[in-house]
């Protein structure tokens, strides 16, 4: 019988030990609040972020222009 129960624990692992979790892990961060921007400054910032789009954009553009002369891309 106690050859029996051997082969029984065999089977069977022991757990591994798991690591104990602080409550503020299993929590969502909080949000980040955004900033208070008055009515006013909305539209310039929006036309600020579309100027330096446009200046991306064509930056990229001079770049892809370059690597076509070049033969890189085909």
């Known amino acids: 019988m106690r050859e029996r129960e051997g ?3 065999a089977l ?3 757990p591994l030990p798991r690591r104990p979790e ?6 969502w961060p909080s949000p980040t609040p955004l900033p208070v921007v ?4 909305v539209g310039k910032v929006l036309k600020q972020i579309l100027d330096r789009l446009d200046a ?3 930056r990229l553009e001079r770049m892809e222009k370059l690597l076509a002369e070049r ?4």
Do not use: H, Q, T
């Open 56 to 58: 991306i954009e064509k």
């Open 38 to 41: 008055p009515r006013e400054d």
């Open 12 to 14: 069977y692992p022991p």
């Open 22 to 27: 602080s409550p503020e892990e299993r929590r």
């Open 7 to 9: 082969k029984k624990r």
């Open 71 to 74: 033969g890189a891309l085909p």
